[in-house]
Nanobody, 130 residues
């Protein structure tokens, strides 16, 4: 399986971006999908997940500012990000996992937590300037 992100870029503080991810090579509808980010010099952390039934979870750092969504018929995943802050600057990755349990507690785990996600994209850069 493979996953490809798009939609990153540079915005000013308070701006918005929409990230997209297209998956292939696995049965998309059976998998939980997640977005992770890795700020410069820091560990990767899970920020949002959406399970096969469309239930979403969010990390505290992004809650209320981002919305994760999926289109199962198109094997796509999105992350709508609003009110962006300089601390949102990071490489953003989409990933997928079969395990429903790990899907639920992904966003509760701290940076650097060793995940067992099955498939990963190569990342898209988001830069937010003050």
């Amino acid at each position: 399986g493979s996953m490809v992100e798009s939609g990153g870029g540079s915005v000013q503080s308070g701006g918005s971006l929409r990230l997209s991810c297209t998956a292939s090579g696995f049965t998309y509808i059976q998998y939980c999908m997640g977005w992770f980010r890795q700020p410069p010099g820091k560990e990767r952390v899970g920020i949002a997940t959406i399970d096969r039934n469309g239930r979403a979870t969010y990390g505290d750092s992004v809650k209320g500012r981002v919305t994760i969504s999926r289109e199962n018929g198109k094997n796509t995943l999105s992350l709508e990000m609003n009110s962006l802050k300089p601390e949102d600057t990071a490489m953003y990755y989409c990933a997928s996992i079969f395990s429903p349990a790990e899907c639920v507690w992904t966003t509760f785990m701290g940076p650097g937590w060793p995940t067992t996600y099955n498939y990963w994209g190569s990342g898209t850069q988001v830069t937010v300037s003050p």
